[in-house]
């Protein structure tokens, strides 16, 4: 009697591997070239199987995007040590927070992904929209720490500092948005010099000035 070749059976890959093909997709070929079955070619696995992981593409972005922002946290968290780790002044830390809050480029992956998230997040449920109000409470606690530290240390003006924070995290995604889809007048460089002149008018030390 001729045995049936017994069936091989592969390991999925780690979830964060498929996260990581996920945005390196998007970094090469943009949103439209991210589809679960090119997914599922790029990690060994079929459509089927990420959707059992997944459930929709909806999840499958959050869950990306959440990977992402696990690594831009960690960055973050680095960049925003005590002055005695070496990380400078907490003007200097300010500038490196809004230098990794902003958009590398046109087309950003890690941006044109939040974009495409929060544009979706109109049909969210309760849990995806709070993963993803997780994310900006994330970045917003972490500068509001950083404001009350300057203050603390006269490097800045007395401001509110949640108020404040809530403010420049406005001009910056606004400005985020412009860099990511490319608007004329509107790239990295023209937009670190406008929130460097924002801050200097805004929360530098001396006589309040007036906001052109």
Known sequence: MTL?????????PPRADVLAAAMATIAERG??????AGLG???GMSSGHLLYYFRTKDELLLRTLEWSEDRLGAERRALLAEPGSGAGSARERLDAYIGLYLPAGHRDPHWTLWLEVWGRSQNADEDARARQAAIEGAWHRDLVALLAEGMSRGEFRPVDADRFA???RALLDGFSIHVTVGIPGTGREQVLAQVAEFLEETLAPGPARTIA
């Open 166 to 168: 809530a403010r420049l």
């Open 41 to 43: 070619r790029e990690v």
């Open 4 to 12: 049936a070749p017994r069936r091989t059976h592969h390991a999925a």
């Open 31 to 36: 949103l439209d070239g991210l589809t679960m």
